[in-house]
């Protein structure tokens, strides 16, 4: 039985975050936009931004009525650490598949 990609991240993580580091790896963004990206609503996203911040994982800087979020040098250790992980997850996957 093959497993997909988004089993394997809900078997090992919530997708929702784990999605949102991803997406704020790629770059600076708003909030907004990430939650279209994670297909998230705005209020969830809101929520999952706020514990984020509350781990020091991203920071807002303002810019006029825009708040532009960023993540922090943690944030980015710990989004370059789950696509590192869903990689090699994904890599095992294959390998099962193989034999």
């Known amino acids: 039985m093959a497993i997909k990609e988004t089993e394997l991240i809900k078997l090992f993580f919530r997708t929702k975050p784990v999605r949102m580091l991803v997406t704020l790896k790629k770059g600076p963004k708003y909030a907004t936009q990430v939650s279209k990206?994670?297909?998230c609503t705005y209020s969830?996203?809101?929520?999952?931004?706020?514990e984020f911040?509350?781990?020091n994982?991203?920071?807002?800087k303002k810019q006029g009525r825009?708040?532009?979020?960023n993540l922090t040098e943690d944030?980015?250790?710990l989004a370059h650490s789950v696509e590192g992980t869903l990689?090699?997850?994904s890599r095992i996957r294959e390998k099962n598949k193989e034999e």
Do not use: P, S
Not at 44 to 50: A, P, R, S, V
């Open 44 to 50: 969830h996203t809101i929520k999952l931004l706020d």
């Open 57 to 60: 994982l991203v920071t807002f």
């Open 75 to 77: 944030g980015e250790d």
């Open 66 to 69: 825009i708040k532009i979020i």
């Open 53 to 55: 911040e509350e781990l």
């Open 37 to 39: 990206e994670i297909d």
């Open 87 to 89: 990689m090699k997850l």
